[in-house]
C-alpha cells in the first residue's frame, strides 16, 4: 500500500542557506559534494519506490519507440539495497530543468540526492543512479549512470528510440558535444512547455528554473535561434494542421522565454544570421518578436515589405490580419484573411481569424458559412502515459512556499496529473453533491482543440446578436437535416402519386433543386457544428438558469467543485462578470489549480490585446476584468500550490507578475508592499482557523510548520524578473 507520510505526492525543493539562498540544480556545482554530513548539499526529493527492481527505466525503453514529439521529463531513478527489507530496490522520480548540455548537472545531481538519503552508499552495497533525457532531434535517450561510492567519472550512453539501431557510449567528440546540446535543447522546450500544464504533470516530479540568471537565458535563447531550422521536428499546438518553421513546439517555447526575459534583440540577431547562413524565410517570427517588443511600425514595415517580395506567403498574411484584428480594424483586416484562407485552406487559424473578422464587421452571416467551411482535425497524441503502479512512495513537504488552506486543498485533491479536469480529481462526496446537468455539460465540453477554438467563435456570434437571432440566421443559411429529410419524403410521395412506377424508374435522383426552390440558397451544415449548436445551447441553459436562482436568492450556496463547474459554464459562453464571481467564490472556498490556470491566461489574453477583447465582448464585459489584487491573491496561491508539487518555475505566474509591475502606477516595490499585506492577511486567517480545526486537521497542520511562508519565494521570484528589466535599461 502507498505510504501515508507526510503528502501523498510528488515534490522537490532546496533547502536554503543560513542566508536565504538556495541550493538547486543551477548552482550544485559550486557546492562540494563531500559526504560530510555538515557540509554535504540537501535537496528534499519525492521518492517512488519500484514495484520490481528497474522497471521505470525497463518501462520508459518500452515507451520510448512511441514518442512522437517532445517525449517525457527526465527519469531520475536510484537503485541502493534496503536493510529493512534485505534487497535491492529501485527509487525514482521525474525532472525538468536540469542543464543537459554536459554530464556536470545531471551528476551532481545525482550525487546530491544520494547524499540526502538517511544510509550513505558503502563498497559492499553500492548505490547506481541513472539520469534519462530523451533528445527530440536524435530521437533517443541519453542516459547517464553513475555509480557510489567510486564514480570518478559516470557512463555516458544514447539509447536510440529506433530498437534496429545500437546503443552508443559517449565520449569526448563532436557527434556527442551534437548529441548533448540536442538534448539540452530538447530539455529546454520541455520545462518551458510543461511549466503550466497538468497534462504534463507526471507524480513525483520536480520542475526547476533552467534559466536562473541573464546569462543562462541568452545563452538559452541562442541555442534555440540555433536549432529553429529544425523546428518542425518538435512536433506543434493542437490549432496547427501540421508543424512548420514558424509554427512548432521549439518557437512555442522560444517566444514564451523571450515574453519574461525581454531579450528581443539578441533573438532577433540570431535568426536574422541564421536566414543568412541557411536561405530560410523566418520573417514571420520576426515580426510576431517585434510585436512582442510592442515595435509596431517596424513590424508593419517588414510585413509590407515581404507581402511585396512574396504576395501569397500564407503565414505572413495570417499575422498581418491578426495584428490589424488586435487593432480593432477589421475594414483592413479582411482582405490578408481571406488571402491567408486561400494560400492555406488547410489551417484553422487562418479560417479563425477571417470568422473574427466578420464578427468584428458584424456580418454574422459570413462568419458562420466561414465556420462551416472551416477544417477540423483532432488532437496529435501527445507523448503521454498511465504512471507506474508504485510498491510505496514518500513526497515530504517542501521548506518553503507555504500557504497552509492551499497546501491542505493539496492533501485533499491528490495529484494533479494527466488528462482529466476539476471532476476527475475531486472526492466522490463533493461530485455526488453537484448538479448533474453540470457534470452533462462538463463531461460534453471534452471537445479537442479545434473544436473548442471553434465553440468559442459561437460565443461571440451570440454576444453579438443574441441566441435567438442566432438560430434564426442558421436556419436561413443551412438547410437542416430533419428539414432536408422531411421535404424530401414528401416530394418522394407526390411524385409516386403523379408517376407510374416506369416513369420513376426512368429518373436518377431527386436534386436539391427539383425538390424545393427554397433550398437554392442554403447549406449543409456539418455534423459538428450542428453538435456544437447543442453543447452550447445547453451550457446556455445552465447559465441562465443559475442567473435567475442567483436573482431569486442572491445568497445560494453551492459546494466548490459546483461554483468551479458554474463559473466554467459562464466563462464558456462568454459571461465574464458572472464567471469571475463564481471563481472567487470557489478559489476562497477550496483552491483550485485549474481555476487559477484560466483566470491567469484569460488576464494575460486581455491585458495583451485589451483593444480587440472590448470590442469582441461588448462594452457590457468591458468592466469584467479581473481586480490587480485578485490577480496578485491567485498567483501566491498557485505559488504556493506549485512549491508544494516542488516546482520553482510556474512560468504563467511569472508573466502574470511582470505584467502587474509593468502596470501604470506600478512597480516590483509597489507588487511586493501589496503581497506582504495580502500574504500577513492570509496569515492571520490561518492562525484564527486553526484554533477551530478538528484532531485530525491540527496532525495534517503540525507537518507543516517546519515548512517557511511563500513571502520569501515569492519576493526571490520578483527579483528573478527584475534582473531582466535592469539589464534591459542598462542597454
Not at 539495497?81 to 551532481?108: A, C, D, L, W
Not at 511549466?195 to 540568471?213: E, V, Y
Not at 502515459?385 to 492533501?411: H, Q
Request: charged share 25%; proline share 4%; aromatic share 10%.
Amino acid at each position: 500500500m502507498p505510504s501515508t507520510s507526510t503528502t501523498r505526492r510528488s515534490s522537490v525543493s532546496a533547502v536554503g542557506s543560513s542566508n536565504g539562498s538556495v541550493s538547486t540544480p543551477a548552482n550544485l556545482n559550486s557546492r562540494s559534494a563531500s559526504s560530510n554530513a555538515k557540509s554535504k548539499p540537501q535537496i528534499i526529493t519525492p521518492k517512488i519506490q519500484e514495484s520490481q527492481l528497474g522497471e521505470a527505466i525497463q518501462f520508459r525503453g518500452q515507451i520510448l519507440p512511441e514518442f512522437k514529439e517532445l517525449g517525457q521529463p527526465d527519469l531520475v531513478h536510484i537503485s541502493k539495497y534496503e536493510r529493512s527489507m534485505k534487497q535491492e530496490i529501485g527509487e525514482y522520480h521525474y525532472v525538468t530543468g536540469i542543464n543537459t548540455s554536459s554530464v556536470i548537472q545531471p551528476f551532481m545531481y545525482i550525487q546530491t540526492i544520494q547524499l540526502n538519503d538517511k544510509e550513505l552508499a558503502t563498497n559492499k552495497h553500492m548505490k547506481v543512479g541513472t539520469y534519462c533525457c530523451y533528445n527530440i532531434f536524435s530521437r533517443g535517450d541519453l542516459r547517464i549512470r553513475c555509480q557510489f561510492p567510486g564514480s570518478a567519472s559516470p557512463m555516458v550512453q544514447f539509447v536510440p528510440s529506433n530498437k534496429s539501431k545500437i546503443t552508443i557510449q559517449i565520449t569526448d567528440d563532436e557527434k556527442s558535444r551534437k548529441l548533448h546540446k540536442e538534448t539540452y535543447v530538447s530539455s529546454l522546450i520541455r520545462a518551458i512547455l510543461f511549466a503550466d500544464s497538468p497534462d504534463r504533470q507526471l507524480p513525483g516530479m520536480c520542475k526547476f528554473n533552467p534559466i536562473q540568471s541573464t546569462k543562462d537565458s541568452k545563452e538559452a535563447i541562442v541555442l534555440l535561434c540555433h536549432f529553429l531550422d529544425r523546428g518542425p521536428e518538435t512536433g506543434c499546438s493542437d490549432i496547427y494542421n501540421r508543424p512548420s518553421l514558424i509554427n512548432n513546439h521549439l518557437v512555442d517555447a522560444l517566444l514564451k522565454l523571450l515574453s519574461i526575459t525581454k531579450y528581443y534583440d539578441i533573438a532577433i540577431k540570431e535568426i536574422e544570421n541564421l536566414m543568412s547562413a541557411m536561405k530560410l524565410n523566418l520573417n514571420v517570427l520576426i515580426v510576431k518578436i517585434l510585436l512582442l517588443k510592442s515595435e509596431y511600425a517596424k513590424a508593419v514595415r517588414l510585413m509590407h515589405d515581404c507581402l511585396i517580395r512574396i504576395p501569397r506567403d500564407g503565414w505572413m498574411l495570417n499575422e498581418q490580419a491578426l495584428f490589424l484584428i488586435n487593432q480593432n480594424r477589421p475594414d483592413l483586416a479582411l482582405l490578408p484573411a481571406m488571402k491567408s484562407v486561400e494560400c492555406l485552406p488547410s489551417e484553422f487559424v487562418c479560417w479563425k481569424n477571417l470568422i473574427l473578422v466578420y464578427i468584428l464587421q458584424n456580418d454574422l452571416k459570413n462568419a458562420l458559412l466561414a465556420l462551416n467551411s472551416s477544417p477540423m482535425y483532432v488532437n496529435k497524441r501527445k507523448d503521454i502515459y498511465s504512471a507506474l503502479k508504485p510498491s510505496n512512495f514518500e513526497f515530504p513537504f517542501p521548506l518553503e512556499g507555504k500557504i497552509e488552506n492551499v497546501w491542505k486543498d493539496c492533501e485533499t485533491f491528490g495529484c494533479i496529473s494527466g488528462p482529466g479536469g476539476i471532476v476527475e480529481f475531486s472526492s466522490n462526496a463533493e461530485v455526488s453533491k453537484t448538479n448533474k446537468y453540470r457534470l452533462k455539460v462538463y463531461d460534453e465540453m471534452k471537445l479537442n482543440y479545434t473544436f473548442k477554438e471553434a465553440y468559442d467563435l459561437l460565443a461571440l456570434m451570440t454576444k453579438k446578436c443574441g441566441w435567438s437571432e442566432l438560430l434564426k440566421l442558421r436556419s436561413k443559411i443551412f438547410v437542416m437535416e430533419d428539414e432536408y429529410n422531411e421535404v424530401v419524403n414528401s416530394e418522394k410521395i407526390k411524385e409516386n402519386k403523379s408517376e407510374d412506377t416506369k416513369t420513376i424508374k426512368d429518373k436518377s435522383t431527386i436534386s436539391l433543386t427539383e425538390i424545393s426552390t427554397r433550398f437554392k440558397t442554403k447549406r449543409l451544415s456539418e455534423k459538428w457544428l450542428d453538435s456544437l449548436f447543442l453543447i452550447f445551447y445547453e451550457n446556455l441553459k445552465n447559465v441562465l438558469i443559475y442567473q435567475n436562482e442567483l436573482n431569486a436568492n442572491p445568497d445560494i450556496q453551492f459546494c466548490p467543485l459546483e461554483w468551479e463547474l458554474v463559473a466554467d459554464e459562464c466563462f464558456r459562453v462568454h459571461y465574464f462578470k458572472e464567471s469571475i464571481v463564481a471563481y472567487e467564490t470557489c478559489i476562497n472556498k477550496r483552491f483550485s489549480v485549474f481555476a487559477a490556470l484560466k483566470l491567469l491566461n484569460h488576464f494575460l489574453s486581455y491585458t495583451t490585446n485589451e483593444r480587440a477583447f472590448d470590442a469582441l465582448n461588448g462594452e457590457d464585459e468591458s468592466s469584467a476584468k479581473l481586480d490587480e489584487d485578485f490577480i496578485l491573491n491567485i498567483c501566491c496561491k498557485l505559488i504556493s500550490w506549485s512549491a508544494r508539487f516542488y516546482s520553482e518555475f510556474p512560468l504563467i505566474c511569472f508573466q502574470a507578475l511582470a505584467t502587474l509591475i509593468n502596470l501604470p502606477d506600478s512597480d516590483a516595490t509597489v507588487v511586493k508592499s501589496k503581497l506582504e499585506y495580502k500574504l500577513t492577511e492570509i496569515e492571520q486567517q490561518q492562525q484564527q482557523k486553526r484554533m477551530d480545526m478538528t484532531t485530525s486537521d491540527k496532525a495534517v497542520y503540525r507537518e507543516m510548520d517546519n515548512s517557511q511562508g511563500v513571502m520569501a519565494l515569492v519576493d526571490r521570484y520578483i527579483s528573478w524578473l527584475q534582473q531582466f528589466d535592469q539589464e534591459e535599461f542598462s542597454f
